[in-house]
């Protein structure tokens, strides 16, 4: 990229930015002015996306802030996410891994055969319930963009999940926080296990995990919930072969699928810091710049992600959501419910069993 490349984003990056600090404004008065709250029990994210569907919604958005906007949906939401790696330790990331690895895969599954069932009684499309199904269970719209070459989804289909699934990700992040807490009783790894399976895109996870660390204070579990989506993220590898194979058996074999292209990269970002923050604290963990540097990327990570919050809830258009019909909508709807209820159950039957 060029010069004037970088110079067309910074409208919407400024914007973003924006609504950011409104929404820490905003987070202040109502929970420290009004309530009397020494710090605020409202969360700073939750009133970014909401700010940011109000004015995405009500007043036009101009081309020039788009590009921007597309840049912090995007790579200001991983840089956020790759700054989040500095609250862990590796030895953490491997105990979460291990319980959330089968309750991923269990998840998968089971909501793969609950849409199986139901697009046979509603008879939707082949390839929209996929598109759904892979957005359901792994991680959104980044997964729906990846498989709709290989099922040879059209436009609308593709549209149609993406609204479906921005639907349900946004409910399913103002809500789950709240439930977690209400039904897991405040602990930290439960929690985290179920808001990083029972929540569509990664965005919308880290929204969910920081809503529940402002709300809670639980840091625990934003690190938690954020290590299993990045976790869940990585079966894209494996699942988009498995859909091309179930749509294309008895077709040409499908060209141009490649596992580097999907790759979710900014997991090694994420990866890497935990390996910073373990070989500083070795080293330097007495240091004072070192104890800052750390509090400054934690700080940057919050920002981060709530700039990208705000730029989600900017571009999240109600009209196309209305227009999705309501058979896409039960789809969809059944596939949050079947993921969140069978990522308790798996949660209950690991409480029983193994702790």
Known sequence: MVLKDYLVLIPGIILAFILYSLSQGFNNIIGIELLGYSKSPISTAMI????????????????????????????????????????????????????????IVICIVSVLIVIKLIIKKLQIPTRMAYLISIGSTVCGTTAIMATAPVIKANKSEISYAIANITLFGILSLLLYPYFANFYFEGNSLFAGLFLGTAIHETSQVAAAGLIYEQQFN?????????????????????????????????????????????????????????????????VLSNNNNWIDFINTIKTSSKIFLTMAMAAIGLSTNLKDIRNMGYKPFIVGFTSMLTVGIVSILTIEIYVKFFI
């Not at 906007?69 to 105990?95: A, H, M, N, T, V």
């Open 48 to 103: 970014a996306i909401l700010l940011g569907i109000f004015f995405g919604n009500f007043f036009k958005i101009r081309e020039s802030f788009q590009k921007g906007l597309d840049f912090s949906r995007d790579y200001i939401l991983k840089l956020g996410i790759i700054c989040l790696g500095i609250q862990l330790k590796p030895f953490e990331f491997l105990e979460f891994g291990k319980v959330a690895i089968p309750l």
């Open 218 to 282: 639980s840091p625990e579990t934003l690190n938690i919930a954020t290590v299993t989506k990045l976790i869940r993220n990585t079966f894209l590898i494996v699942m988009i072969p498995i859909f091309a194979f179930l749509y294309n058996r008895g077709q040409a074999k499908e060209k141009g699928y490649s596992i580097l292209s999907i790759f979710p990269y900014f997991v090694l970002g994420f990866v890497g810091m935990i390996i910073l923050r373990n070989v500083g604290d070795e």
